[in-house]
């Protein structure tokens, strides 16, 4: 049972009918087998493992909180974020530092006999990782307390809503949000309905549509450097819209129980400079990474370039976060590259734009910044979307080669696509772009929706539940659930 299936539709309509049917008290125990049952259709294997994490997690909090001292609070907190690690490590990265130590040995004619292990990857450990981690280091600095009631704590660990694939939620905002009793209201329930029917709508007639397209490049032995070139732009639009859709479909569902989660996008194709696009694209990872990683790596420090040492760390730990391959290490060091690089020659950069009076033209100005900023994202895309170092370091050349922009083969590699799906491809994206339109002159689409006449809006919504019913492909995972 995946989010973009009738069985979940089913499913939830349950969930929500029960617990506004019932009295406060006992809802808890719905949205734990609720969030249970769900993990378990999905990887049922390792509900024992999340068991364990969420058992050893609570303790692990009570016990932080009853230390004495500050050193033996931060002594605990290790102690329990260690062994959380192991686990994530053991399942995720064993077989990645498995293999490396092993090229290295073979280069090195070193005998090394561990062999590759059979290890499959749990569902959602990264994310259910990282909220432990959170939880049990703002106990440590006092900013929460244990929670003490076990049913109240392991919803927030498995929230099912966001369980998957985030929005990855601080325990401070989501926990008390279970303890108050949530009314019925039709606001709640019409605006969940329209975030699920949007998340719906991008997943189905946008990422689904550009998956088996853009794979169809990068599986093939020997691609075209124009056809790398759109391959990976559709790929950022393919992946913008997989994975936004999927925080779409978690806040929809959460709102439709009274619970807020965290918006987890702001239009990232629509940044101006890489450290902005970080502050649009997985938000709740980005600022994860900013309070845990980089704020205690930069304590005391005060040289820029200690700084920038703790921005590349910052950025390493969110590629290997990402997956457990050298590509994924590759694009994290890319990210960190550019953002240590933007800050440092940001003063050099306004001259320019001064000396060629590119700052008398705002909007000139910002949409070249939108534009670089872009074309730097998909270059480094081009790493997480590759299958090995080798591939990546070919897909690069390609996308850098000046004969790959070539307009002529850009227009040839279009012909990727059949003329009906560019056509019906074409059409969604349009009215995906028309959305972010509103969006960014008004604070949201659906407030200035609700304010047009009944039909205009009723139109809209009918639009996006037909495309998705008669247009909609599915079949395809979503790219981050399997993080």
């Not at 909220?131 to 498995?158: M, N, P, T």
């Not at 972010?436 to 539940?465: C, G, K, M």
Request: charged content about 15%.
């Amino acid at each position: 049972m995946t989010f973009i299936s009738i069985e979940f539709l089913l499913f939830f309509t349950g969930i929500v009918f029960t617990y506004y049917l019932i009295p406060h008290k006992w809802r808890w125990i719905l949205l734990l087998a609720a969030s249970y049952s769900f993990y378990a259709t999905l990887s049922g294997y390792f509900i024992v493992l999340l068991l364990i994490s969420t058992l050893f997690t609570y303790f692990t909090g009570i016990v932080i909180e009853k230390q004495e001292t500050k050193q033996q609070k931060k002594r605990a907190m290790l102690v329990g974020i260690c062994v959380l690690l192991f686990f994530l490590g053991w399942f995720k990265y064993f077989n990645f530092v498995n293999d490396s130590i092993r090229a290295i040995s073979t280069y090195m004619n070193w005998n090394y006999a561990i062999p590759y292990q059979e290890i499959i990857l749990p569902l959602a450990i990264s994310f259910y990782t990282f909220q432990a981690v959170s939880y049990l280091v703002d106990i440590s600095r006092g900013k929460q307390k244990a929670e003490r009631h076990y049913g109240y704590f392991s919803i927030y660990f498995a929230f099912f809503p966001q369980l998957v694939a985030g929005p990855i939620e601080r325990a401070k905002k989501l926990l008390p949000q279970f303890k108050i009793e949530q009314t019925l209201t039709y606001d709640n329930i019409s605006y969940g309905m329209k975030r699920i029917a949007w998340g719906f709508f991008k997943k189905t007639l946008i990422a689904d549509r550009l998956a088996p397209i853009v794979a169809s490049v990068y599986d093939s032995p020997d691609p075209t450097g124009s056809q790398i070139v759109l391959a990976t732009i559709l790929f950022s639009v393919q992946l913008y819209a997989d994975f936004s859709a999927l925080s779409d479909i978690a806040i929809g569902c959460a709102r439709m129980l009274g619970i807020r989660l965290t918006e987890n996008f702001k239009q990232p194709h629509f940044a101006t400079s890489i450290g902005d696009f970080w502050n649009r694209w997985h938000i709740t990872l980005s600022t994860w990474l900013r309070d845990y990683i980089f704020m205690p790596l930069c304590k005391g420090k005060k040289k820029r370039s200690e700084i920038y040492v703790a921005i590349i760390i910052t950025f390493l730990i969110s590629g290997v976060w990402h997956g457990a391959a050298w590509t994924f290490v590759l694009w994290g060091l890319i990210h960190g590259f550019y953002r240590a690089f933007g800050d440092h020659t940001k003063h050099f950069r306004g001259k320019v734009a001064t000396f060629v009076y590119l700052d008398q033209s705002p909007s000139l100005h910002k949409w070249m910044k939108i534009l670089t900023t872009f074309l730097l994202v998909c270059f480094s895309r081009v790493f997480f979307r590759s299958t090995s170092v080798s591939a990546a370091f070919e897909n690069a050349r390609h996308f850098l080669s000046p004969s790959s922009w070539n307009p002529s083969g850009i227009i040839a590699a279009f012909e990727m696509f059949s003329l009906l799906d560019l056509v019906i491809f074409s059409f969604f994206f349009i009215v995906m772009q028309l959305f972010h339109y509103i969006e960014r002159n008004n604070t949201s689409t659906w407030n200035w929706l609700s304010q047009r006449p009944a039909v205009a809006r009723f139109a809209v919504y009918v639009l996006i539940v037909v495309s998705v019913l008669v247009f909609g492909a599915t079949g395809q995972g979503f790219v981050y659930g399997g993080f």
